[in-house]
């Protein structure tokens, strides 16, 4: 009898940063652990679930409307932003992919670009620059080049020729107030372009090339168990915490760890493997553990932006035959806020056997 053929994704190895690294290695399948001495990891499905339903989110702890400017950001202007982002994805998602549209190249930058180019459109070029992924990494060249392109003179007038969150910044009066909406244009528009492309690009090095009959929604649910955008969730210590469990001290703050709680043993059947089909039969908004939008009880607004992007780009990267180079053995996951894969080379099977790490 041959010996069975082994899948591509099965020899390539993700290299994930010390820190997380040493996660797995020293606190896979543990519910409750000491990372520092003032901060508690917890990575138990039952815990996690008790510890976020325990308090709502403050406003410091929420990962897109943290305070801005100095200046908060109320729940209400928060889901104003939410549907005004979302007005311009549902346009965006009127227009099918062109067939000769080429996604080939390093990803997740090549889906990012792509991504602003389709949702963003023609907004003038100091809006377009804030989709940057190198502001990802400085934070300060984030507020310089927020702070310059309030000052620019010659803003643009509000119109349709703009995207309904480019308006935003065409309506605001003042130096101020320019300033805060190029802010929350960045709050509302990278996260989309930053998370669906890092999405995307997860679910291709962790199993491409894919079996035909498997859905889209499958392999960016299994790739979002393996790679939660955000591997962690703070919550600040808070006196509610430590009658959830005596471990916790009151001067501890917590830290929910997805990325371990995603790979708990206990709670999946081969917890470091791809396996698509296991989301034939579970609930992604109903099993226990899984959490990449967040709790149950305050999930991320923005999913429902993300999945149906996420899916259009995958069916197009399936249809047009892209797939990872074979000559790529490894990826690296850094330490940032959005966990994925660093660089991966994508593209036609006849063009990128060659290509390496």
Same mark, same amino acid.
């Given at each position: ?114 991504? !602003? %180019?389709?949702? /963003?459109? @023609?907004? #003038?070029?100091?809006? *377009? ?5 190198? +502001?990802?990494? $400085? ?123 995603? !790979? %708990?043993?206990? /709670?999946? @059947?081969? #917890?470091?493997?791809? *396996? ?5 039969? +579970?609930?992604? $908004? ?72």
């Amino acid at each position: 009898m041959p010996p069975a053929i082994q899948h591509p994704a099965a020899r390539r190895t993700t290299v994930f940063a010390p820190r997380l690294q040493a996660l797995l290695d020293d606190h896979l399948g543990k519910d409750l652990v000491r990372l520092e001495p003032d901060t508690i990891g917890i990575a138990g499905a039952e815990l996690s679930d008790r510890i976020l339903a325990a308090r709502k989110a403050t406003e410091t702890e929420r990962p897109t409307f943290k305070p801005l400017h100095g200046r908060s950001i109320p729940k209400s202007e928060a889901s104003a932003g939410i549907r005004t982002i979302g007005q311009d994805i549902r346009a965006a998602l009127t227009h099918p992919i062109p067939e000769w549209t080429d996604l080939s190249g390093p990803w997740p930058l090549t889906g990012h670009m792509f991504l !602003r %180019d389709m949702v /963003l459109r @023609d907004d #003038p070029y100091r809006l *377009r620059i804030l989709m940057s992924r190198k +502001l990802e990494i $400085d934070p300060k060249l984030t507020w310089t080049t927020i702070t310059v392109g309030a000052a620019l003179p010659g803003r643009p007038a509000p119109g349709p020729h703009l995207t309904h969150t480019a308006n935003l910044f065409a309506e605001a009066e003042g130096y101020h107030d320019r300033r805060y909406a190029m802010g929350m244009y960045r709050r509302l528009a990278a996260p989309v372009c930053f998370t669906i492309s890092a999405l995307v690009a997860n679910a291709l090095w962790l199993g491409s090339p894919f079996d035909e009959g498997v859905p889209n929604r499958n392999l960016l649910h299994e790739a979002l168990r393996l790679l939660p955008p955000s591997w962690n969730l703070l919550r600040n210590r808070s006196p509610e915490y430590p009658a959830v469990d005596g471990r916790i001290g009151p001067g501890d703050d917590v830290l929910m760890l997805l990325l371990l709680t995603h !790979r %708990d043993p206990a /709670l999946w @059947d081969a #917890p470091d493997e791809f *396996r698509p089909g296991r989301w034939d039969t +579970l609930d992604p $908004d109903n099993t226990p553990g899984y959490m990449p939008f967040g709790h149950v009880s305050e999930r991320c607004w923005g999913r429902h932006m993300v999945m149906p992007l996420a899916e259009l780009l995958l069916e197009h990267v399936r249809r047009t035959g892209l797939v990872v180079a074979p000559g790529q053995r490894t990826a690296e996951v850094p330490l940032l806020g959005l966990l994925g894969v660093k660089k991966i080379h994508v593209g036609p099977k006849s063009k990128v056997r060659h290509a390496r790490d």
